[in-house]
């Protein structure tokens, strides 16, 4: 069922599948949107069992409106809480690139309210502290443009145009950085990792297992993949993480 939220004046396009527990939340990764088949797939595997499912689109992404050049973490972070809100019951979080530092943040930020209904996080290529990761891939030119423009512009495999990186993104981003410091999830965490991931390397995502120390975390190195993990294999791969967690 097509739904929109609005959020901060923000229209938000949300996907919603009514179901049983546990439910299933879906946080995409940056600049991909709710229709892509990682996302499809989390549908399809709450669709086979009757569980309730919840996508939605950023905004700046997608059906959502808003430009993606206003987004940042902090925005994004809080279109995720206010959608996670509407839903009911214990939920599996999915987060994909971007959206597995969201579903960290997220579930951080429910504990620091008290209201935490995560049970189960399952974590493809998790681009934790992104734009962190973006500032150290970049050239020194690329920086200097940062400074003195407000943005750079980066080729990508993606798309046909490039992205925008803005500096507001990279800014806002440092106010959310989870390494340095034990990460605590209160929940079984299981990650999914392309060996031949070039956005987010695997010494990245094994930066993070070692942050994820008082939780059970399961990694699943993908000696054949790369960042997008959506091939037929790595979707099958994708249900059976999520079955392991149920």
Known sequence: MAETLVVDGCEIAVERRAGGAPGLFWLGGFRSDMAGSKAGAVDSFGAARGLAV???????????????????????????????????????????????????????ELRRRGASRVRGLVLIAPATDMTELMLAQMSEKERENLRTYGFVEQPTDYADAPYRITRALIEDGSRHLLFGRAIETFCPVTILQGVRDTD??????????????????????????????????????????????L
């Not at 409106?65 to 509407?86: H, K, M, N």
């Not at 995502?205 to 939780?215: I, P």
């Not at 000696?223 to 037929?232: I, T």
């Open 54 to 108: 919840t996508r939605f689109d950023y905004s700046g992404h997608g059906r959502s409106g808003g430009e993606f050049a206003a987004g940042t973490i902090s925005r994004w972070l809080g279109e995720a809480l206010a959608v996670f809100a509407t839903t009911a019951g214990p939920q599996l979080v999915v987060g994909s690139s971007m959206g597995g530092w969201l579903a960290l943040l997220l579930v951080r």
């Open 200 to 245: 987010v390397p695997k010494e990245h995502t094994l930066k993070l297992v070692q942050h994820l120390v008082s939780d059970p975390v399961t990694l699943t190195l993908v000696p054949d993949g790369d960042h997008r993990l959506s091939r037929d294999a790595d979707l099958a791969l994708l249900g059976r993480a999520l079955e392991g967690l």
